[in-house]
């Protein structure tokens, strides 16, 4: 296993690492206007949503969002994304799927502040906090989402048992995110364990992909010009560059990503 994977294992080195790596991220790519920091996501046939125009640079990110949070009716929801990044995806459901609120939150201050100041739109907000305490009370919200995040989190039970505490009864708990094969079992596990029904799962690594490669042009000329070289190896992993390790483990099945609907169980 590569060091840094072997460091990644450790909880509480991980999170050190990610409490630096984000704010950094959000210093050097505050100025390009990116909006959203997860992977992406395109079918066959292509998905083909209406996006405005202003969307259309972020499509392929945009659609992973699009496809965890639709597995539900957001309309009319108290919606938390729990690690909403640089808010894009946070801004698009909130335009688009109708919520009554929609509350974004993230560990990086940097990047909530730069949250509040780029997305004005009805309905939407920004707080710091973290995963796994999560600053709400018991039953807070109809909906939880959380995407491409919960492999930072030095605790996974404990952010399921909190997802699972600030949800009302019946629900919704729409998730996403991928495994190293070294890892697999543990997050299914975990994921079992979880106070949560599971409703639905899918493997979407062949969607993933193609996502990936319709931004591997724009996200490497983002690396050269934006990270000192000795990152550009981890920032092309980052970012899934085509040809990257992180690609090439996703398209022969060493990383598992997958999406999920749960719900939680009525009293």
């Known amino acids: 296993m590569p060091l840094i994977d072997r460091l990644l294992a450790v ?58 949070a639709t597995q539900a009716d957001l309309r009319g929801r108290r919606v938390l994304e729990v690690s909403c990044g640089h808010g894009g995806g946070a801004s698009y459901l909130a335009r688009t799927l109708q919520p009554e609120s929609y509350t974004g939150l993230d560990l990086n201050a940097e990047g909530i502040r730069f949250c509040q100041r780029r997305h004005e739109v009805a309905g939407l907000s920004f707080v710091q906090g973290d995963a796994e305490n999560l600053p709400f009370a018991d039953g807070a919200f109809d909906a939880v989402l959380n995407v491409e995040a919960s492999h930072c989190y030095p605790n996974l039970p404990r952010f399921f048992a909190e997802v699972a505490r600030v949800l009302r009864p019946g629900g919704y708990f729409l998730y996403a995110d991928f ?36 931004n591997s042009e724009r996200s490497l000329t983002l690396i050269v010009r934006h990270l000192p070289k000795f990152l550009h ?12 390790r992180v690609h090439e483990a996703l398209r022969v099945g060493e990383i598992s990503y997958r999406s999920f609907h749960f719900e939680k169980r009525s009293s």
């Open 233 to 244: 190896g981890l920032g092309r992993d980052f970012a899934g560059i085509r040809g990257s």
């Open 179 to 214: 495994r190293f094969s070294q890892g697999l079992a543990e997050w299914e596990r975990d994921i079992a364990a979880a106070p949560l029904r599971k409703v639905h799962s899918r493997v979407i690594n062949t969607e993933v992909l193609r996502g990936m490669d319709k």
């Open 11 to 68: 909880g509480g080195i991980r999170q050190a690492i990610w409490r630096r790596w984000y704010p950094f991220l959000t210093r050097r790519l505050r100025n390009e206007e990116v909006l959203l920091l997860n992977y992406a996501y395109e079918e066959e046939p292509p998905m083909c949503i209406p996006l405005d125009p202003a969307d259309e640079a972020n499509r392929a990110c945009i659609q992973l969002y699009h496809h965890v």
